[in-house]
């Protein structure tokens, strides 16, 4: 066989092979989104689709059930919000420093350790939440719940933060020297340099690092699951009970609900309004990400 030959049939090879890898993926997300939306139809031919977002109870495992998926949404919402509020700062002020400030060494030495916490398991993290700050937090608030939304928020963060610092700071990194160096010329401060010229230019990927992180608050599970209470319930108020949505399915999924039941097909409709809101995200972080490269290219 002519070596020209043998390189192109190697190459079609190869080719097949990462085209295979890419349509497996597709097919694995098609047959996910197949089995929630089968499930989904069937639960809301037995529940109005209005009353499944307007509703304000999510019981339906009692004698009197309600399909009102707004509880275990205040709940998501409530949690990330406390979440992105502690991972938001935090992340961002320690991506400027490692980009801007921090030296080379430093940096090498300093993200690899910052890394570390996004391998600690999502239970630990729970009963970190349930064990430690609960307690501590109650000996300032003590109106503050056993069971809460606010000491799995605040953990919810310290997990993301991770996230969004890695992302935000490899976004800066790639800001050319060029825009620094322009700037030292005319007498910016480090700190107007970063603020004014660094930050703006790596804005989309810092959008993009910020809603990722909101992706993984909204879909975040052991953590609620073990230290915000498991209590669906219509409400704000970070001191008290909640339930989230990923939580709920959590509790579903053990297995005390018989499958085929209306209750067994929340767990679907819940997983399907996840999806959604996840995907909606996702959508947007890569909008705002090719929207403002384009602004600053």
Known sequence: MPRHT???LKEAFIEKI?????????FVTAGILWVLAFETLAFFKEI?????????????????????????????????????AVAAPTGLISAIYLSEYATERIRHFMKPLLEMLAAVPTIVYGYFALTWLTPLLQSVLPDLAGFNALSPGIVMGMMIMPAVASISEDALHTVPIGLREGGFALGATRFQVAFQIVLPSAISGVLASLILGVSRAVGETMIVAIAAGLQPRLTFNPLVPIETAAAYIAQISMGDVPSGTLAYRTLFAVGMALFVFTFALNGLSFILRKRFREIYE
């Open 6 to 8: 043998h390189r192109r």
């Open 18 to 26: 990462f085209l295979s890898t890419a349509l497996f993926a597709i």
């Open 48 to 84: 109005p689709f209005l009353s499944f977002l307007t509703d304000g109870q999510w019981t339906p495992l009692f004698s009197e059930p309600h399909f009102g998926i707004l509880p275990l949404l205040a709940g998501t919402i409530l949690t990330s919000a406390i979440a992105m």
